[in-house]
């Protein structure tokens, strides 16, 4: 198998929990090391590992194939258009970059430098996601015509990260957490031909969003998007309603805990849910109705790093492309024009 040497542009908690553990365990990939401008802790967990003290000396070494550019969302385009002019591949996290127009630049250059270029929608690869895709494909819900889905936290204090809670390109909930949830949706439903949203701030002294609500509009669904810093007790995550029947389900996957809590992924047993946030299936099949829970899906952020060596190997599409993140972009940026204008926004088909 070929081996790509990988770098990441920081090791704070994107790269040493979602990063760092699945390319350390993939056969395909080398973890060469990490830019770390302050705290050095790179070689303590992965010895060998280099801890590099500038994306220059990362740009320079000619034996790194391929970047993480999991810096703030602001430094993203800068990061990764060095990154490709570098002439090396590159995974960029969520949001892609701040603007439409920069995710479109970093197409153009990534296919003119014949680099590859992904953005890391790990929320893909939740169990939540994959079981949701498995009910919507099966058609026991019949029509789809309603859909929610809910990504809320309790954080009532602005936390420490300025890059987030200061006011300025890409700070706030809507880019930070509203990623995942329309890249989720345009995975289920894909585009749609409209776009309401209604965005605030409700923490005190807060000084970004840490609220929204957007309606997607297609032909016959509605589809709710909804983030809140001030969510202690939760509701179902997702909830989708169809002419047949609904599925309710809580946020299930437990990657993130599991990470956190220093334990190591495999490509098994990872990412199984517990039962009690198994889905609610209510419906009706072939002339019964049907109520009963639905085991989910396994949920690992694993198959994302395999489908980057495919891509990077074998020439063939990354698993979330630039196109992807571009349209990611251009509903962020509809997002914040209907709640300025408190009006629906349609969008170019």
Known sequence: MAVIKTALLSFGMSGKIFHAPFLAIHPGFLLAGAWERSTKNIQAI?????????????????????????T???????????????????????????????????????????????????????SDCRTLQKIINSGVLGTLVEASLY??????????????????????????????????????????????ADIKINRPNALTDDWFDITLFYPTLRARLKSTMFCREAVP???????SGSFIKKRGDIQEAELLAGKTPNTSTWGIESEN???????????????????????????????????????????????????????LEAAVQSNAGKCVVYLKQ
């Open 151 to 196: 990504f809320d936290r309790y954080k009532p204090a602005p936390g420490p990260k300025q890059h987030k809670e200061l006011p300025g390109p890409g700070a706030g909930l809507l880019n930070d957490l509203g990623p995942h949830l329309i890249d989720q949706a345009l995975c289920h439903f894909g585009m749609p031909e409209a776009i309401f």
């Open 46 to 70: 992965y010895p060998g590992t280099t801890s590099y003290q500038s994306l220059d000396e990362i740009l320079n070494d000619a034996s790194i194939e391929l970047v993480v550019v999991n």
């Open 72 to 126: 703030p969302t602001n430094t993203h385009f800068e990061y990764t258009r060095k990154v490709l002019l570098a002439g090396k591949h590159a995974i960029v996290e969520k949001a892609f970059t701040t603007t439409a127009q920069e995710a479109i630049e970093l197409k153009e250059l990534a296919e003119k430098t014949g680099k590859k270029i992904t953005v890391y929608q790990n929320r893909r690869w939740d």
């Open 237 to 243: 995550a997702f909830v989708l309603h169809g002419t």
């Open 277 to 331: 946030t198994h889905g609610l299936l209510h419906t009706e099949i072939n002339g019964g109705i049907v109520r009963q829970q639905v085991p989910s899906e396994q949920g690992n952020y694993y198959y994302f790093f395999d489908e980057v060596h495919k891509a990077i190997v074998n020439n063939s599409p990354m698993p979330v492309t630039a196109a992807d993140g571009i349209k990611i972009m251009q509903l």
